[in-house]
C-alpha cells in the first residue's frame, strides 16, 4: 500500500497535549485521524482516576477534542500486546530485582511500535503526538534533540526511537513551552486546557506496585530479612519485589542514622539496607542498547546523562563492550543508580541513545 504522505495519524491521549499537537497539524494541511489506544482494561477505567492516563474520561476527552477539530476518531485495541510487552516485563523487572520503567517501554512498544504499524495500514505516513522533544534530519540521520521547553523535555524516554522509527514521527510541540500548549487550548476552547497532566502508572493508580503484582499473578512474595553490609539482620520486609534502591520510608528499622535499601538478594529473598554512603555509585553497566546518532559505539566518547527522568545531567565517558552494551564511568559518584532503569547519554542537545541499567559498579557497591 502506498502510504498518503500528507496523512498523520495524532495519538490523542485526552490531555491538552496531544491535543493542541492535533490543531497544529491541522493547520499545517495534514489530514488527521485522531486515534486514542486502549491499552488496559483493569479498575483504571473508573472517571475517578485523576492522574493516570487510558481512562475512559480520557477517551471522552480525545473523542470531544477530534469532534471539536472536524477530524475522525476511533478507539484501537492493543490490550492484548499492552499485557505482554509492558505488564509482563513490568512484573519480570521487579521479580529479578530491577525497577521498571514502564512508561519508557509503552513509548518503545506501543506508541512507537504498534501504533506506527497502524497507521501504515490505515494508509497514513506519519504519527503525531504531544511529546515535548525535537526531530531534526541532518546529512541524511534523523536526531533525537531536547525540547525548547527544559522543564517539560521528554527526550529521556523518548531514546529508544530508532531511525526507521523517527522518520515518521512528528512532534509538534517541540518548539512550544507548556505555557504556550496551554495558553492556545484556553483560545481555541478546547475543555482541556487545563486538565492535569498523567503522573501514575496507568495500570497501577494508587502505586502499590507489589498489591497489584499479587492480584495480577495470583502469587505471594513472602517476606525476608534486611540485612546490613555486614550480614546482621536488622528486620523484616514484606517481600522484595516491594522496595527500590534509594527507598526510606517504609522500613521501619531503627538506626542510629536514617538507612536506605541499596542492594536486593532475590534469590535469597534478602533486602540490604545501609547508610547513604552506601547508595553511591562510581559507574554503571548497560545493555539492550539504541543508538540514534550513529550506529555503533566504537570507542571511548565523553558525554553528559541521566540516570533518572528528572535528574541533573552529570558529566561521564562511556565506552563499548564486546557484547553490544556499554560502560559508564562518572565524573562524579551518583546516588541510587537503579538496575532496570534506562540510562540516556547526550551531547549538548542531541541525544545520543541509550540503554536499560544492569548494574552499579563502584567502591560501595
Excluded at 217 to 225: A, I, L, N, V, W
Aim: with cysteine; charged share 25%.
Amino acid at each position: 500500500m502506498e502510504l498518503d504522505r500528507n496523512g498523520v495519524l495524532i495519538a490523542m491521549s485526552g490531555g491538552v497535549d496531544s491535543s493542541v499537537a492535533a490543531f497544529l497539524m491541522l493547520k499545517k494541511g495534514y489530514n488527521c485521524l485522531g486515534t486514542t489506544m486502549r491499552l488496559y482494561d483493569g479498575d483504571v477505567s473508573s472517571s475517578s482516576v485523576l492522574h493516570t492516563c487510558c481512562t475512559e474520561k480520557d477517551v471522552e476527552d480525545a473523542a470531544e477534542c477530534a469532534s471539536r477539530l472536524g477530524i475522525p476518531f476511533e478507539v484501537a485495541n492493543f490490550t492484548a500486546d499492552f499485557r505482554e510487552k509492558i505488564i509482563d516485563k513490568f512484573i519480570r523487572t521487579y521479580e529479578n530485582g530491577g525497577t521498571p520503567n514502564p512508561c519508557i517501554d509503552c513509548n518503545r512498544y506501543m506508541k512507537f511500535g504498534k501504533l506506527i504499524e497502524h497507521a501504515k495500514r490505515r494508509g497514513l505516513f506519519y504519527i503525531c503526538t504531544g511529546h515535548y522533544a525535537r526531530i531534526e534530519e541532518s546529512d541524511g540521520r534523523f536526531l533525537l534533540k531536547k525540547a525548547v521547553d527544559r522543564t517539560k523535555d521528554q527526550s529521556y524516554v523518548l531514546y529508544s526511537l530508532t531511525q526507521n522509527q523517527l522518520e515518521y514521527i512528528k512532534f509538534p510541540l517541540g518548539e512550544m513551552t507548556k505555557a504556550e500548549v496551554r495558553a492556545l487550548a484556553e483560545r481555541e476552547g478546547f475543555l482541556n486546557a487545563h486538565k492535569h497532566d498523567s503522573q501514575d502508572i496507568c495500570f497501577v493508580p494508587d502505586g502499590d506496585y507489589e498489591a497489584f503484582m499479587e492480584k495480577y499473578t495470583g502469587k505471594s512474595y513472602p517476606e525476608g530479612d534486611f540485612k546490613f553490609s555486614d550480614g546482621k539482620v536488622v528486620g523484616k520486609h514484606h517481600g522484595a519485589v516491594g522496595y527500590t534502591i534509594g527507598q526510606r520510608r517504609g522500613l521501619g528499622i531503627s538506626y542510629s542514622e536514617p538507612v536506605y535499601v541499596y542492594d536486593k538478594d532475590m534469590d535469597n529473598n534478602i533486602v540490604y539496607v545501609g547508610t547513604e554512603s552506601m547508595l553511591y555509585s562510581t559507574g554503571l553497566i548497560a545493555d539492550d542498547v539504541n543508538w540514534i546518532l550513529f550506529d555503533k559505539l566504537t570507542d571511548k566518547l565523553r558525554v553528559t546523562a541521566k540516570t533518572r527522568y528528572r535528574q541533573k545531567e552529570f558529566s561521564a565517558m562511556v565506552e563499548p563492550l564486546d557484547n553490544g552494551g556499554f560502560k559508564l564511568i562518572f565524573d562524579e559518584p551518583q546516588r541510587a543508580v537503579t538496575k532496570g532503569q534506562a540510562v540516556v547519554l547526550y551531547q549538548g542537545d542531541i541525544v545520543l541513545g541509550g540503554g536499560t541499567i544492569t548494574e552499579a559498579i563502584g567502591e560501595n557497591r
